[in-house]
């Protein structure tokens, strides 16, 4: 890769920064001082040192967003700000991209990272990865509804499998309430599909968890940070 991208990837700095320290001799390749940010580097051979200090490279980042309304789950969009513009140089030199998607106008938790097999393994079918969500409602759900879900909806292109919904509260004055529905797959538009199966209307939807990482009630809408060293370890322990 090129050097400037190693620095940013290593956290020397922004691509700016990273191209003014180059200039001014404080990094060296395998011991001799280098300023070209296009040189070629092996990361894995060469030994990069930024103020004299060996620079370890990263492989793979694993990023918790509480993703707002209103971007896109996605790495590029023609039209719509997407989740890697709310990143940083770093994270985006990593490549990360979302792990499976959410709508526009849902917010919670979105998982990013690079590593394409926890990426795959938590979005394959084999391995029934739940997620939760949060969703406020238009109309009263009812106990009936709590056994359609169990039993799987069947929509007009696949039948949902069995899911869990909870009824946390109605308020009839208002033709309101608010429930929690645990999935394990992620069909496109699947909670807002089941509730309207059941003729009534998300009108805000937010995920909580996705297998055993749970959103950060300390992120704000927009906000990010890596995971865990213990949310990590229970990712992976959980598709291994
Ligand atoms: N279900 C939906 O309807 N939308 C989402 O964004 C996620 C799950």
Request: charged fraction near 30%; aromatic fraction near 6%; include cysteine.
């Amino acid at each position: 890769m090129r050097l400037d991208k190693f620095l940013v990837a290593c956290a020397v700095g922004s691509r700016t920064e990273v191209k003014n320290m180059l200039k001014a001799g404080r990094v060296t390749v395998n011991g001799k001082k280098e300023k070209s940010a296009k040189l070629q580097i092996d990361e894995k051979i060469d030994e990069i040192r930024f103020d004299g200090q060996v620079l370890e490279y990263e492989e793979f980042v694993y990023y918790m967003m509480n993703k707002p309304q209103g971007v896109i789950s996605a790495t590029e969009d023609p039209k719509h700000r997407t989740v890697l513009d709310l990143l940083d140089d770093l994270a985006r030199s990593k490549e990360v991209f979302p792990v499976g998607r959410l709508d526009i106008d849902t917010h919670g938790l979105l998982l990013l990272t690079n590593d394409g097999k926890l990426a795959h393994a938590l979005l394959s079918p084999k391995h029934h990865v739940d997620k939760t969500y949060l969703a406020q409602v238009k109309g009263i759900m009812a106990q009936e509804d709590v056994e359609i879900f169990a039993k799987g909806i069947p929509l007009k292109d696949f039948t949902c499998q069995p899911a869990r919904l909870e009824i946390l509260y109605t308020d009839a004055e208002k033709n309101q309430s608010q429930i929690c529905v645990t999935i394990a797959e992620g069909k496109f538009h699947q909670v807002k599909r089941m509730v309207a199966y059941c003729g009534k209307e998300v009108v805000d939807l937010q995920r909580l968890a996705m297998g055993t990482l749970i959103l950060d009630e300390n992120l704000q809408r927009g906000e990010w940070r890596r995971l865990t060293e213990e949310e990590l370890e229970a990712l992976l322990a959980s598709i291994a």
